[in-house]
């Protein structure tokens, strides 16, 4: 399995409120399990067929509302999951990272019975920055797990170029997940011969949004995480929204929303590059899936793109 679509999508916000080891909110606020289902739906029915969760998103929740969503389709689906963030589904809480073989056996194990499947099409690693030497214990066993059956392929969520291509190096890695968008751009991910799934393509919203409005309070947005980027204290980063606003006129050419601009880029830029902007209505995965009748950005529009951002 090597063809992964041009564009899938995120279920992070899909799993509703959980925290970290601290306590602070993780998530993306309150989430509605019914418009959920839906939104997956009518995103396979747009032709979308990659679906990207991990278990730790809300604490299991997001792998179980997928699941059920594709019950009746999981042949014509693939389902992108993660390991590596420990987590107690009672308290809705992280527990910490958890690098050891003997975890991930566990991991699989829970993924395929909250999901409703007997294979996970990816299984990525979700701890960014895990030493190589744990890593290369954890890719044998993903080697030996693509053998018994119960996942057909693997990868990394990392943002370390040496460690995304670690992982693809093994015989089934096929891809990388990286922090990728119009305005955050990291050219080393994809030089490498595997495909990368570019999380916060839309840049958390910046890029999906025109008006701000009070996010809840345990939106992930407001509680400002060490690795935040696009939004301080629940608004936009100044910095990237005069980035936004520089180039929203080109990003908008030809009838495209801004979403579907920031979403061109993304194939006017690398073959190799799969955005997976997360969705939580119907409405999201319309908008987000209409990129696809618009194609990639034109030349012309990428170069000017580009000379704005990173002249």
Not at 44 to 64: K, M, Q, S
Not at 116 to 143: F, M, S, V
Not at 294 to 311: D, H, N
């Amino acid at each position: 399995m090597t063809d992964l679509g041009k564009m899938g999508f995120g279920t992070w916000a899909m799993g509703g409120p959980f925290s970290d080891p601290d306590g602070e909110p993780v998530g993306w606020g309150p989430a509605d399990d019914a418009e959920s289902t839906k939104a997956l739906q009518r995103a396979f029915e747009l032709g979308v067929t990659l679906f990207d969760t991990a278990d730790v998103y809300g604490c299991g929740h997001a792998e179980t509302v997928v699941g059920q969503a594709f019950a009746s389709v999981r042949d014509e689906v693939l389902i992108a999951t993660k390991w590596g963030c420990g987590f107690d589904t009672a308290t809705r809480r992280m527990t910490g990272n958890e690098g050891s073989v003997a975890y991930l056996r566990r991991a699989v194990e829970g993924s395929l019975r909250r999901l409703g499947t007997d294979r996970i099409d990816l299984y990525q690693l979700h701890i960014g920055d895990l030493p190589l030497d744990d890593a290369a214990l954890l890719r044998d066993e993903c080697e030996a797990l693509v053998a018994a059956g119960k996942i057909r392929a693997y990868g990394w969520s990392t943002d370390d170029v040496e460690r995304a291509r670690f992982f693809a190096a093994g015989e089934h890695g096929i891809a990388a997940q990286a922090d990728i968008n119009v305005l955050f751009d990291n050219p080393e991910m994809y030089a490498g011969d595997y495909a990368v799934l570019c999380r916060r393509p839309l840049a958390m919203g910046l890029l999906a949004r025109e008006t701000f409005d009070v996010l809840p309070a345990d939106d992930v947005r407001v509680t400002n995480p060490s690795w935040l980027r696009f939004f301080v204290d629940g608004k936009p980063s100044p910095e990237y929204f005069r980035a936004r606003e520089a180039v929203r006129d080109v990003l908008t050419s030809g009838g495209r929303t801004l979403v579907q601009g920031a979403l061109a880029w993304f194939w006017a830029r690398s073959p190799r590059l799969i955005p997976i902007p997360g969705v939580r209505t119907v409405a999201q995965v319309e908008e987000n899936a209409g990129a696809l009748e618009f194609g990639p950005l034109t030349a012309e529009e990428l170069a000017q793109v580009e000379s704005v951002l990173r002249p």
